[in-house]
C-alpha cells in the first residue's frame, strides 16, 4: 500500500464514495473518516433505545465495529448513514432486550397504537425563541420529556424529527412500515406537546425561573 | 370539506410535513381559524417539531469521538511495520504535519458544513431567493414556519448559502434533499 500524500490527508474532502473505495480496497485506517459525519447520529439513535449513557457508548462504539466488519455487505445504493443507523438500532435493541428484559414502559408507552390519540391539553404554547436552546435547563426538560415517552414512540421520534431522516429512511431503520411511522409520529409528537405546553404555554421566555427555584411544569 | 376536531388532530403531524392534499389542508387551515383548541394544538406541535429539530439537542459525550476513534483503532488489523517502515512513516507524518497548515489553506474556500447532521440538497436552482440566519444551519423558502429567529433573516441566492456551508432546510425544500434508493442491508440484523 502507498504512503498517503499530505494531500490525501485532510480526508473529509473525499467524498463518501471515494472512501469507501478506499476502506474496501484495504485503506483500513480511513474507515473512522466515512463514520466520523455520522457518529453523534449514531449515538443519538442508540440514547434513544437505551437512555443510559454508558450503554450507549458502548453500544455505539460496538455498532461501528460491526460496521466495518460487515462493511462488505453494504450495498452502495443504499445511504450510508441510514445502514450504519439501522446497525446501531440493532444493536441497542438487543442490548436493550439483555438488560431491561422485566422493564415496564412508561405510561405514555402503553397507548394502543391503533386507537386515535386524543390531545389532552389546550394550554397556549406560543411561538418561542430558540434561544432558549442556549439554556441547558430547557434542553434538560425536553430531554426528560422524551424520556417519558414509550420507546416505539422515542425511536421514531429521535430518526425522523431530531436526525431529520425521511419517512422511508425511518421506516427501513426500524423495521417497520412508513404507515408505522406516521401513526407513531403523530403520537410521538402530541404526546411530547402534551407533556411541555402546560408548563410552557405563554411564559416559554419570559417566565422561565429555574434560577429561583421554581419549574414551570 | 369541513373537518371535525378529531380530524385535525389525526392529520396534523401530516400537516405539519406537507403530507396532506390540498383540499384537506384548506379545510384544516379554515378549521383552525374558528377553533382555538386546535391552533393551540397545531402551534404546540409544531413548536415540539422546531425544538427537538434543533442540533444543539443531539448532545454526545465529550470526548465520545475519540474514545470512538480509539476503540476502532485498537481494533483494526494494522499490518507489521519493519523498521525501515517505521523510519518512513516518522518521516511522513513529519511532512505531513509540516503541511497541514498549508493544506487547510488551500482548502479554506472549500464550503465547511455548519451542519454534520443536515442532509444535502441537490438540484436546487442557484439563483433561489432564499434566507438563513448568521447563526443557524440551514436555509429556507423565505416564508418557512420553520425559520427558528426570523427578526436576523440575511437573503441570498441558494447558490450563495451552500457556498456559506448552510444545508436546505429538510421541510420547506425537501423536494431537493438527496433522495436515497435501493434496500436495506441483508445479514448485518441480530
Known sequence: MAERTALDRPAEQLNEAALLRRVLAGEYDLFYELVRPYERRVYAAAFAILRNEADTEDVAQEA?????????QFRAESRFSTWLIQITVNEARMRRRKAHANLMEPIA???????????????????IPSETLERKEVRQKLAEALAELGQIYREVFVLRDMQHLSI??????????????????????LMLRDLLAPGLGGGWSSKLSFAKGTKPW | MVVSCEQVWREVSNYIDGEVDPALRVAIEEHIRGCRQCAAVLTGTRNVVELYGDERMLEVPFGFGQRLHRRLDESMPHPRRS????????????LVAGSFEIVRS?????????????????????????????????FHVPGCEFIHDKT???????????????????????????????SPPKGVSS
Open chain 1, 64 to 72: 461501528v465495529l460491526k460496521a466495518f466488519k460487515y462493511i462488505r
Open chain 1, 109 to 127: 408507552g402503553r397507548e394502543d397504537e391503533e386507537g386515535n390519540y386524543a390531545p389532552r391539553d389546550f394550554a397556549d404554547w406560543r411561538e
Open chain 1, 168 to 189: 422511508e429512511e425511518t421506516a427501513k431503520a426500524l423495521g417497520i412500515s412508513t404507515a408505522s411511522v406516521k401513526t407513531r409520529l403523530l403520537r410521538a409528537r
Open chain 2, 83 to 94: 523498521f525501515l517502515g517505521w523510519m518512513a512513516a516518522a518521516a511522513a507524518a513529519v
Open chain 2, 106 to 138: 488551500l482548502h479554506s474556500r472549500s464550503p465547511q458544513p455548519r451542519s454534520e447532521l443536515a442532509q444535502r440538497g441537490k438540484g436546487i436552482p442557484p439563483d433561489l431567493k432564499v434566507v438563513a440566519t448568521e447563526e443557524g444551519r440551514l
Open chain 2, 152 to 182: 436576523k433573516l440575511r437573503a441570498m441566492t441558494a447558490a450563495e448559502a451552500e457556498r456559506q456551508g448552510y444545508a436546505p432546510c429538510p421541510r420547506c425544500l425537501k423536494q431537493y434533499l438527496v433522495a436515497e434508493e435501493g
